[in-house]
């Protein structure tokens, strides 16, 4: 990176549904070292913006609300555009989705009343929001999706885009989930391993997992897992330097088996040693499991 690129001041604008998670990635962005402000009336953020170009290494977060006073999406959009061709200052918006239901669930369970909904039902509250904010969820550089992300799963993922560490090279998550509970909505590729030999019907490894050196040792039995794992880093040895020339700062690889537990738990911890071998700093989640590692490459 120049010297240049580091005076830079970084602003992260953070929008989209109300009760999606906008407030959480306020704080965790605060909590990597952001000002934060929040709620902004709408005629003041050009001045705002106007001040992060003239400061160097300000980093900035501003959360982008429909409640605010003069909210009107268009105009927003219509300013980013503009301060995106700023040459002292990079600017990213972050926009959070959800779905329906799940923001429902959680206006009931927190007793909250949407903005929007006043003495109306919630869920005519978030429709009208999804209108208001279309204009900003087009011009989004990352559309969250957190219908089914824990707090811990939100950090991880905006650690990763947003590069919070302070490295600014592409990052790589590696998630194992069980099909069961669903495809993890934030994968860019997917994995399925439900056709390697299963060690959940062996009673002595059922209640391992695939970290264990002794069910690591029954999936690599399987006649088909050398080949198989072969081509897997096959495929993908040329498409990360692809993915890093189309400016991608983030990428995440699911791999899935039927409980979660041992054979995607396996490959994803392969794959991660893997990439970590091609010199790229990777968190590995084992969603079923409950558990969270990150490794950075060793220096040359």
């Known amino acids: 990176m ?41 005629a003041m953020m050009p001045a705002l913006l106007q001040s992060a170009t003239a400061t160097q290494s300000v980093s900035l977060a501003v959360g982008v609300d429909v409640r605010a006073r003069g909210f009107n999406a268009g105009k927003m959009a219509e300013l ?5 061709q700023s040459a002292e200052m990079s600017l990213h ?28 039902p919630v869920g005519d509250g978030i429709q009208i929001e999804r209108l208001a904010l279309a204009p900003l969820r087009l011009c989004a550089d990352d559309i969250i999706d957190t219908t089914q992300m824990s707090v811990v799963d939100l950090r991880a993922d905006v650690v990763g885009r947003m590069a919070l560490d302070g490295a600014q090279h592409m990052r790589v998550r590696v998630v194992s989930f069980a099909y069961r509970g669903g495809l993890p909505r934030e994968a860019d590729l997917v994995f399925d391993m439900r056709f390697l030999r299963n060690p959940h ?11 264990d050196p002794a069910v690591a040792a029954y999936i ?33 690889f699911a791999i899935g088996c039927t409980g979660g537990q041992h054979r995607s738990v396996h490959v994803a911890e392969s794959l991660a040693k893997w990439l970590i071998a091609q010199g790229l700093p ?13 490794a950075s490459p060793l220096p040359m």
């Open 2 to 42: 120049s010297q240049r690129e580091a005076q830079k001041s970084r602003v992260v604008l953070v929008t989209g549904l109300s009760g999606a998670g906008r407030t959480t990635v306020l704080k965790m962005l605060e909590d990597h070292g952001y000002e934060s402000v929040d709620n902004l009336p709408q």
């Open 80 to 84: 980013i555009d503009r301060y995106r």
């Open 93 to 120: 918006v972050v926009f959070l989705e959800c779905d329906d239901d799940v923001l429902m669930q959680r206006f009931t369970e927190t007793r909250r009343v949407h903005p929007l909904a006043l003495e109306r």
């Open 201 to 211: 019907y062996d009673p002595v490894l059922k209640p391992l997992d695939g970290r």
């Open 220 to 252: 690599r039995e399987d006649p088909d897992f050398e080949a198989f794992y072969d081509r897997l880093t096959g495929f993908l040895s040329p498409l990360l330097p692809r993915f890093r020339a189309e400016g991608k700062s983030y990428l995440t």
């Open 282 to 294: 990777v968190t590995v989640h084992h969603r079923e499991l409950g558990v969270m590692t990150t």
